[in-house]
């Protein structure tokens, strides 16, 4: 059997495997997003959706998706028990067409090979055999390190097989630009995404996110509200960074992209707040960067306290996840109050709560109608959500 490799040059370069990267649980999220784009997907994992498609749809992929993590080109593929086996193979591969000839390149590696290394070793095996193919060719060698800031190549490898990627992202798809004040355990911006969608916020319609930390579900609400794309901030991508990198095919995407953007609002919508004025305030920072401030209104308050406006909406709540319940029982009261608000004081609104602590759904004291399993990071985590209808016929069903 021998490897595969697709050729890059500026013909072939029209279509290609593109496999869009998310967390656990996302998938069918993902999928909805790449086929609204106008994608057909061909195939599906619970971690990423793949496409065929040209170079400038893995462009269009960075600026739009909002639930994705990274978008890899494919170069190819090919069967390697051992390191040293994935090296032979690597050094003969054209890696002239894909990386600039100076610069710099960053080993990323996944998976597991049959013969259980370690991933570092495989990153620098791949790493010299690119080198010494550029060497033999150029005479030199680009330069490399862990920066994902400039050509970055993926290698993903399953038991016997690997396979091999350009990641046309470089650094994660979650660093929007517009946070640079994070807060305590901050919820990732693709996650952010991802709740707002499952739990089915119409972005014509209010949301309310009481306890908003940092502002990462607000500020993700605004930029949908907005039509704004999460990529539209950043500056800097992977494949900015390839040969034959086409600058007027982006300043393209990204001109189409400004023309549906919605500078501000006919009124406010998204309403956020915190007990914390640090919290507060940082959240406003941050939503200056991402140039949505118009679009939100910051609020300092205890979340018991929130005044609502009318609803149809979505109310959305990101806890703390804390310990077990025997070792924090105040933390259940807390669940419990987030419950009785949405019950007496929410009724008409969607309501959501995001947590990492499976043992904290119970005192919220309602009836989930849809229950989603998300990953914050490493963190498994349940989107719930809740219909609050107005009524007290309607009321008692929502309880346990």
């Known amino acids: ?15 290609n495997l593109i496999i869009i990267t998310t967390a656990k649980g996302m998938a069918p999220m993902l999928a909805g997003e790449v086929e609204a ?15 065929q498609g040209a170079m400038t749809d893995a462009m269009r992929l960075n600026l739009n998706v909002r639930t994705a993590h990274r978008v890899l080109w494919k170069l190819g593929d090919g069967p390697a028990k051992h390191p040293n086996e994935l090296y032979k193979r690597l050094v003969g591969w054209p890696w002239e067409r894909w990386v600039p000839p100076q610069g710099l390149v960053s080993i990323t590696v996944s998976g597991k090979s049959v013969s ?9 095996k791949t790493k010299d ?22 050509t970055v190549v993926h290698v993903h490898w399953e038991g016997r097989f690997f ?15 517009y946070r640079h004040q994070p807060g305590n355990a901050p919820m990732r911006e693709t996650l952010a995404a991802a709740c707002l969608i499952g739990a089915g916020w119409d972005a014509a319609t209010t949301l309310v996110n009481p306890m908003c930390g940092s502002g990462t579900l607000a500020i993700e609400a605004a930029l949908l509200a907005s039509h704004t794309p999460p990529g539209f901030l950043r500056d800097n991508f992977g494949f900015m960074h390839l040969n034959d990198y086409r600058a007027a095919d982006w300043q393209t995407l ?5 023309k549906n953007r919605l500078i501000r609002p006919r009124r406010v919508a998204i309403f956020a707040s915190d007990l914390d004025p640090r919290a507060v305030e940082a959240a406003r920072a ?23 406006p009318d609803p149809p909406g979505l109310i959305i709540f990101n806890p703390e996840y804390g310990e077990r319940l025997a070792a924090n029982p ?7 109050d987030i419950g009785d608000f949405m019950k007496h004081k929410a009724q008409g609104f969607t309501g959501a709560v995001f947590t990492g602590n499976a043992e904290m759904i119970k005192p919220i004291g309602l009836k989930p109608r849809t229950k989603l399993q998300l990953f914050n990071g490493p963190i498994e985590g349940r989107l719930l959500v809740f219909d609050l209808y107005a009524g007290t016929k309607r009321d008692r069903r929502l309880r346990d």
């Open 1 to 15: 059997m021998t490897h595969n490799i697709s050729s890059t040059n500026r013909d072939s370069l029209e279509r």
């Open 37 to 51: 784009l106008g994608l057909k997907v061909c195939g599906s994992t619970e971690t990423g959706v793949s496409v």
């Open 116 to 124: 259980g290394d370690d991933p570092r070793f495989v990153a620098l």
């Open 129 to 150: 055999a690119l080198m010494d193919r550029m060497s033999q060719v150029n005479g030199f060698r680009p330069d490399s390190g862990p920066e994902r800031n400039k």
């Open 163 to 177: 396979d091999a990627y350009l990641d046309t992202s470089g650094e994660p798809l979650s660093h929007r630009g």
């Open 254 to 258: 990204r001109r189409e992209a400004a």
């Open 286 to 308: 941050n939503a200056r960067r991402a140039g949505v401030a118009d679009w939100i209104e910051f609020s300092v308050g205890d979340f018991r306290e929130t005044k609502l």
């Open 330 to 336: 105040d933390l259940a009261a807390h669940y419990k």
